[in-house]
């Protein structure tokens, strides 16, 4: 016999006792659940372990998590209208997470719910971690909670087909339509993937959970609209469209996303990526050529940012100076090819260091070592900064997306050659089309963020790329 089931929604539907996700001879869900109430569940890495203060795993009345563990810096940043339940137990799964979702999760009627169950504690059974975490994520949503998930997270010891199973769920999480957090991209050595980047750096010593920093690092790539903004489900189809920088350009500001803007918080390790239109030779506005660039990223200051440059020769990764760079063999100026432009920059990288990458059509040009930064809290396409004749007029553009985590290279290449964006960790993916905005106008975003780039300079309507 089938039993009407009252959701927390207020609305009733019909299932069969002990259907997935309904715990069994229960008639009515939980309570609608609290404003801004976040329930976490996972295990030793959503508890705190490798953190300062850890002493075991959260326990009641509180069930908060040790302060600069990432569960604690998220509380921390939300701030104190929010509340954040840590019941996350070291060791578990994610069989163990679906056991006692009624239990430890459903009772707080929480808004959302963290599914931080490493892979590690699946035994790298990705097919399974992946089934179960789909049961977990109906069970979420019947109590009328957004589920967010976490991925896995490096292990130093990870054997090679361990590594391989960890990013096959990485790519397999894309697929299930719910906000997620990179850890995978964030802490991963780009010399070593699967490991942690760094050396000791982002780990307490065992090789498998982040230390202070590594925890730190983590937190600083979490989008925090997931939470203010409630994002849940697949974005909707990106419209069509490409953007013309006016041919007369030759300004600066031509598109940027900063504080001001609905940027929520400064940046540290980030992709920024446009496909570009090229100009045939003697087409279009190039002017001073070598003052222009195409991306730039403000992690030095005004003067001098990380930028992707030269519309009129070869075009090149610098920064601050150009004091070091990453010279292509492609110039966009002689060719109407579309290209594929990706700047990969990562706070603490190989060894410790600070890196830059350059990237066209998914293949990697090279990077660079980059001292005495700071975390970046402007983004400018089609330009650099303001008080240089810089905007790159006539380029076409789309696909002007950010990603507050270091895509890792398989993914760049995937993304030249799929056309597919990784949705993890990506805050800002412009949508051109219809009618350009004038100057000052708002692109909108087609991540649910709140973040909406200004544009200082006159575009157009162009043809599609």
């Given at each position: 016999m089938k039993v009407p089931i009252v959701l927390s929604r207020g609305y009733a539907m019909r299932r069969a006792p002990g259907a997935l996700g309904v715990r069994p001879g229960v008639q009515t869900a939980p309570a609608r659940p609290r404003p801004k109430t976040i329930v976490v569940l996972g295990s030793s890495n959503a508890a705190g372990m490798g953190a300062s203060g850890y002493a075991g795993d959260p326990v009641g009345p509180t069930w908060s998590a040790p302060a600069l563990s990432w569960v604690g810096r998220l509380k921390t940043l939300l701030g104190g209208s929010w509340s954040v339940i840590n019941r996350s137990i070291s060791g578990s799964g994610t069989q163990a997470s679906?056991?006692?979702?009624?239990?430890?999760?459903?009772?707080?009627?929480?808004?959302?719910?963290?599914?931080?169950?490493?892979?590690?504690?699946?035994?790298?059974?990705?097919?399974?971690?992946?089934?179960?975490?789909?049961?977990?994520?109906?069970?979420?949503?019947?109590?009328?909670?957004?589920?967010?998930?976490?991925?896995?997270?490096?292990?130093?010891?990870?054997s090679a087909s361990q590594i391989a199973a960890m990013f096959d769920a990485?790519?397999?999480?894309?697929?299930?339509?719910?906000?997620?957090?990179?850890?995978?991209?964030?802490?991963?050595?780009?010399?070593?993937?699967?490991?942690?980047?760094?050396?000791?750096?982002?780990?307490?010593?065992?090789?498998?959970?982040?230390?202070?920093?590594?925890?730190?690092?983590?937190?600083?790539?979490?989008?925090?609209?997931?939470?203010?903004?409630?994002?849940?489900?697949?974005?909707?189809?990106?419209?069509?469209?490409?953007?013309?920088?006016?041919?007369?350009?030759?300004?600066?500001?031509?598109?940027?996303?900063?504080?001001?803007?609905?940027?929520?918080?400064?940046v540290e390790s980030f992709t920024?990526?446009?496909?570009?239109?090229?100009?045939?030779s003697g087409v279009g506005f190039p002017g001073n050529g070598l003052a222009r660039a195409f991306l730039a990223a403000q992690i030095y200051g005004a003067a001098a940012p990380l930028r992707v440059r030269n519309p009129s020769g070869p075009v090149e990764l610098t920064n601050a100076g150009a004091t070091d760079g990453v010279p292509s063999a492609i110039s966009m100026h002689n060719s109407l090819a579309v290209r594929d432009v990706v700047i990969v920059f990562r706070a603490v990288g190989t060894g410790?260091?600070?890196?830059?990458?350059?990237?066209?059509?998914?293949?990697?040009?090279?990077?660079?070592?980059?001292?005495?930064?700071?975390?970046?809290?402007?983004f400018l396409w089609g330009s650099r900064e303001t008080g240089y004749a810089a905007a790159a007029g006539g380029y076409?553009?789309?696909?002007?997306?950010?990603?507050?985590?270091?895509?890792?290279?398989?993914?760049?290449?995937?993304?030249?050659?799929?056309?597919?964006?990784?949705?993890?960790?990506?805050?800002?993916?412009?949508?051109f089309w219809g009618r350009p905005g004038p100057v000052g106008a708002a692109v909108g975003n087609n991540v649910p963020s709140g973040a909406a780039a200004q544009l200082g300079q006159v575009w157009e309507a162009a043809p599609g790329i």
């Open positions: 679906i056991d006692r979702f009624w239990s430890d999760c459903a009772p707080h009627a929480p808004s959302h719910v963290v599914l931080a169950t490493a892979l590690h504690n699946d035994s790298y059974d990705v097919r399974g971690w992946l089934q179960r975490t789909r049961q977990l994520i109906q069970m979420v949503r019947s109590i009328g909670a957004v589920p967010v998930v976490r991925g896995p997270s490096p292990y130093n010891a990870a990485q790519r397999m999480m894309e697929g299930l339509g719910v906000p997620l957090l990179d850890a995978l991209s964030t802490l991963s050595d780009p010399a070593a993937p699967g490991k942690f980047s760094g050396g000791a750096a982002y780990h307490s010593g065992d090789g498998l959970h982040p230390n202070d920093a590594g925890n730190g690092a983590q937190i600083s790539a979490v989008d925090l609209d997931i939470f203010r903004f409630a994002a849940a489900g697949t974005p909707a189809t990106k419209p069509p469209g490409t953007w013309k920088l006016a041919d007369a350009t030759d300004g600066a500001n031509a598109m940027v996303l900063d504080l001001a803007s609905g940027l929520s918080r400064e920024m990526r446009a496909r570009i239109g090229g100009l045939a410790g260091v600070t890196t830059a990458g350059f990237y066209m059509d998914g293949a990697s040009v090279g990077s660079f070592a980059v001292t005495a930064t700071q975390p970046c809290g402007r076409r553009y789309s696909d002007c997306q950010l990603w507050r985590v270091p895509l890792p290279s398989e993914a760049i290449a995937d993304m030249a050659r799929s056309g597919y964006a990784p949705r993890a960790g990506m805050i800002f993916d412009g949508t």
